[in-house]
T-cell receptor, first 116, second 117 residues
């Protein structure tokens, strides 16, 4: 079945360092979404990428969607303690009939800790 | 309401008991999803409703799991004869589900943390 994998599983950085998490899908994705989950919290939507090779920026966060639409990355420049949390990528989960209904397959997430 | 509301926040049950988890989605949201999140893992899809219709229940792990949304708003996830492996956080998410828009951001509730003793 469809698999979405993320690396690394954990990343510990010093405040001010950069951070990158990578997402790979076993199948081509029509789009990919990124979510952030703070400790004890729920996933919060960050962004959606749709086009092959698309790059989007949100302040210190840069999101990329691969040319083949099977991989994506999130890069944070100059991390801050407020960036702490787990970052998930998620792609449409398509059933045998090819229907998604908008449901998602999530990666296992990358846990980011930032040392002040 | 302002966001997706789930209750209870925490539930402890003995193995074999039945539990019911409630989700109150954002008002007017057509689509409602249930996910199960084990510790250290991403959310895993359980089931999907479009209004009151359960269009996809392919992620429900067994026939002990049952979900309903009878009036197209509030949804209940019921687990019968709970087992220890059911311990997880159960997340509910909704989105407007506008026709012709294939993938929209999902708005998650805070989840119910279920512990089976």
């Amino acid at each position: 079945g469809q698999q979405v994998m993320q690396i690394p599983q954990y990343q510990h950085v010093q405040e001010g360092e950069d951070f990158t998490t990578y997402c790979n899908s076993s199948t081509t994705l029509s789009n990919i979404q990124w979510y952030k989950q703070r400790p004890g919290g729920h996933p919060v939507f960050l962004i959606q990428l749709v086009k092959s090779g698309e790059v989007k920026k949100q302040k210190r966060l840069t999101f990329q969607f691969g040319e083949a639409k099977k991989n994506s990355s999130l890069h944070i420049t100059a991390t801050q303690t407020t960036d702490v949390g787990t970052y998930f990528c998620a792609g449409p989960r398509v059933n045998a009939g090819g229907t998604s209904y908008g449901k998602l397959t999530f990666g296992q997430g990358t846990i980011l800790t930032v040392h002040p | 309401g302002a966001g997706v509301s789930q209750s209870p926040r925490y539930k402890v049950a003995k193995r074999g008991q039945d539990v019911a988890l409630r989700c109150d989605p954002i008002s007017g949201h057509v689509s409602l999803f249930w996910y199960q999140q084990a510790l250290g893992q991403g959310p895993e899809f359980l089931t999907y409703f479009q209004n009151e219709a359960q269009l996809d229940k392919s992620g429900l792990p067994s026939d002990r799991f049952f979900a309903e949304r009878p009036e197209g708003s509030v949804s209940t996830l019921k687990i019968q004869r709970t087992q220890q492996e059911d311990s997880a956080v159960y997340l509910c998410a909704s989105n407007p589900g506008r026709l012709g828009v294939s993938n929209q951001p999902q708005h998650f509730g805070d989840g119910t943390r279920l512990s089976i003793l």
